[in-house]
């Protein structure tokens, strides 16, 4: 930056990465934030972090709270009028110990390096699924939306399957998982919780019947697992067994959804990383690594100080806010040699998107075994496969991915 240009505020950032424009391209938003530091405090009022080591260190760092119910009442005035966030202040993601230690004990089991291991054949039986159903729409020619007819199925299949709901319920489930993830975007006015209350309200009634259903018939899901244990050890009150499986799905179908969609658009546009993936089995894990660096589903997180505290060098009084612009750390040129360009050969790659410490993703292994299955089907099965028109990504900033894919297949 020469002498005579002057730094964005950092509110007015903010302001532009919330509006539409910026979510569909907020990475040189980022840069203008990174501008002022890895850690940018705003009159003591609020920090935003842009640093790899420093949004690392805040994930694991027990001062700094996920948003919980007590943390909300201060934040979000009224939030316990709406379904959206009563019912995600009663998960994992949305707690604090003890009651997240008691949570993540409960579920993480079912989540072993040998049960993902396990999962493997139903993984390749569910990309070869998804991979076949859009061979047969574009079939004659015609366009393909990627996002519902490959991405969307295949992180559903999955999750869907290890839960015990049944396939036929899979396509009703996408418009209620995307309402609720509107629930996660900054808001000013609590009406803007009402489409993610009503969807919530959906999905909770919906597994309250699957739960009921699993307890009279039990069969060998995940689901019927987790009643049986609940009911078993009275770890959980049913309530919480609800909202932990209700966040099962969302994570498992919304996250690993915008994954696959952003590999396959970054294979479409890197002709020569796609030919060695399509090539070498052995490079899915690095293009999979580069992806959610280079433009992760999930861009920000939200820490709040339980006490003051020093956090590489700024004040941190109790009580303040700090947003971690995960997608700017993982951008961090003090970290990675040209951040911009996209090099799934890139050694030591360590992107922050699935989180890290006590709040590390469960999932994170099932959704890389998915990403890594299904990618290179899907471009091995379709080489004439086109992108057809600019991508474009939906109305959000929190959990970012594609509203749309279209494709030919070739």
């Not at 950092?10 to 840069?31: F, H, I, S, T």
């Not at 940018?40 to 948003?67: I, Y």
Request: glycine share 8%; hydrophobic share 45%.
């Amino acid at each position: 930056m020469s002498p005579t240009e002057t730094l964005a505020d950092p509110l007015d950032v903010m302001g532009r990465l919330l509006a539409p424009a910026g979510k569909q391209n907020p990475y040189p938003l980022y840069e203008e934030m990174r501008a002022h530091g890895p850690v940018v405090d705003v009159s003591g009022v609020h920090v935003f972090v842009t640093g790899h080591a420093e949004c690392a260190r805040a994930l694991r760092d027990p001062h700094l709270l996920s948003t919980d119910a007590a943390v909300q009442d201060v934040k979000l005035p009224g939030w316990r009028e709406h379904s959206s966030w009563y019912w995600l202040t009663k998960n994992m993601l949305f707690s604090n110990d003890p009651d997240h230690d008691r949570y993540r004990r409960f579920f993480s089991s079912a989540f072993s390096a040998r049960s993902v291991a396990a999962w493997q054949p139903m993984v390749r039986r569910r990309a070869e699924d998804a991979v076949s159903n859009v061979a047969a729409l574009g079939a004659g020619g015609e366009m393909v939306d990627l996002v519902p007819e490959f991405t969307f199925r295949m992180a559903t299949g999955v999750i869907g399957e290890l839960l015990g709901i049944p396939d036929e319920d899979h396509a009703g489930l996408r418009g209620i998982v995307g309402d609720i993830t509107l629930a996660l975007e900054p808001i000013g006015d609590l009406a803007q919780l009402v489409p993610g209350d009503g969807a919530m309200d959906r999905l909770a009634e919906y597994f309250h019947d699957l739960v009921a259903r699993r307890r009279a018939a039990p069969g060998s899901d995940l689901t019927s697992a987790f009643v049986k244990a609940r009911d078993a050890g009275g770890e959980l009150t049913e309530q919480e067994l609800v909202a932990n499986l209700m966040l099962l799905l969302v994570a498992a179908a919304e996250a690993p959804q915008d994954l696959l969609s952003n590999m396959v658009r970054l294979a479409l546009e890197h002709p020569v990383e796609r030919a060695r993936l399509c090539e070498d089995p052995q490079s899915a894990a690095g293009f999979v690594d580069e992806t959610l660096r280079f433009d992760p589903a999930v861009q920000a997180l939200n820490r709040v100080a339980a006490r003051d505290l020093e956090f590489f060098g700024v004040k941190v009084a109790a009580g303040v806010p700090l947003t971690l612009l995960i997608a700017a750390g993982n951008r961090d040129p003090r970290r990675f040699t040209d951040p911009g360009v996209f090099d799934p050969s890139r050694p030591d790659n360590q992107p922050l998107t699935f989180s890290g410490g006590a709040h590390y993703c469960l999932g994170a292994a099932l959704a890389r075994m998915s990403a890594e299955t299904a990618v290179p089907k899907l471009l091995n099965r379709l080489p004439g496969m086109a992108l057809v028109g600019p991508p474009t990504f939906r109305n959000q900033i929190v959990q970012r991915g594609h509203d749309r894919l279209l494709v030919t297949t070739g």
